[in-house]
């Protein structure tokens, strides 16, 4: 086996532990919620004990919770997420249909973020400490400061009352109509875009300005070099390394961040629904919800991680 794949196996390895503490943590907290399902759906109104006692043996929930995190767990490592407690569906393909929209979400807030971030970054490394500098860095602050579901109502406002222009309610799939589907989505994508933007153009600035003080980008200039190809061709090179894992680490601020932008905008993704279900303490899909979208940030670090060794050749796995 090569290096890299070593590394890669070593990784997906190291994910198992992790899954298994955020499993159980998040299994036990929601323990601590008040209320249960069983108290919801038979209401403060006539509930019986009997009918209490056998919806609680029905949904297991009069058992140790350490059996019932045993019962789910070991149904989640055979593939088996078991299913809603409240509507009966599976709750597997119901996550992944509510991923499509999420995952979507998700990468148009990447681009959002590298598009705003990285040029502003650059432009403000430029003209250090200047107008434009001090400009962009209010602007960075007040990205970083403002919330996500703050940002998203204040989009919605502009756009509604000084421009005559509403996204669609109902979702449509981009297979299904790509103009409408943009249109739904091109808010919530710079809500989320715009806040991790401020963050990537901070660290775009501040590498870009240690990478212009040094010795090779002196020698550059010193040949003769045009201040374009210092910058693009030299420069820019050396910072990627950090203006990938500023991206990267915004990728796991951008999932924490759907969640209320999704509520936001009404959006049947991974985050409306487990918003839904954690009011309906409908808690098997909020476990599973939590749990895939772990997956999917670890994934998306070491595909980070991966990405330095074809940005910089001299980086090894061993």
């Not at 407690?85 to 393909?93: F, K, M, N, Q, V």
């Not at 998700?106 to 250090?128: N, R, T």
Request: charged share 10%; aromatic share 10%; proline share 5%.
């Amino acid at each position: 086996m090569t290096l890299l794949g070593v590394y890669i196996l070593k990784r997906i390895l190291s994910m198992i532990p992790t899954l298994i503490g955020v499993s159980l943590l998040v299994f036990l907290l929601m323990q601590l919620i008040p209320g249960t399902v069983v108290e919801q759906m038979l209401g403060v109104e006539g509930n019986s004990p009997e009918a209490q006692k056998q919806l609680e043996e029905f949904f297991g929930l009069n058992q140790p919770v350490i059996v019932q995190y045993w019962h789910w767990f070991s149904g989640i490592i055979v593939g088996d997420f078991g299913v809603s407690w409240r509507s009966g569906e599976a709750i597997l393909p119901t996550l992944l249909n509510a991923f499509m929209i999420t995952g979507e979400m998700a990468i148009l807030s990447v681009i959002v973020c590298v598009i705003i971030g990285v040029p502003l970054g650059i432009l403000a490394a430029l003209k250090p400490y200047g107008l434009i500098d001090n400009i962009l860095r209010i602007l960075s602050l007040a990205g970083v400061s403002i919330p996500v579901f703050f940002q998203g109502t204040l989009l919605m406002l502009i756009f509604s009352l000084y421009f005559p222009w509403a996204p669609p309610v109902v979702y449509q799939y981009p297979w299904e109509s790509l103009s409408q589907n943009l249109q739904i989505m091109i808010l919530p994508a710079i809500a989320l875009g715009i806040a991790s933007s401020a963050v990537v153009m901070r660290m775009t600035r501040s590498s870009l300005l240690e990478t212009l003080g040094q010795d090779f980008i002196r020698t550059a200039r010193s040949k003769g070099i045009t201040e374009t190809a210092v910058i693009f061709g030299h420069a820019l090179k050396n910072i990627l390394i950090s203006v990938i894992t500023a991206v990267g680490l915004e990728m796991g601020q951008i999932f924490g961040g759907i969640v209320v932008v999704e509520v936001v905008f009404s959006l049947p993704g991974v985050g409306q629904l487990i918003f839904n279900s954690l009011l309906q303490r409908d808690f098997p899909i909020v476990t599973a919800g939590i749990l895939l979208v772990t997956v999917v940030v670890l994934i998306i670090n070491t595909i980070i991680d991966l990405t330095y060794k074809f940005v910089d050749p001299r980086i090894r796995f061993d």
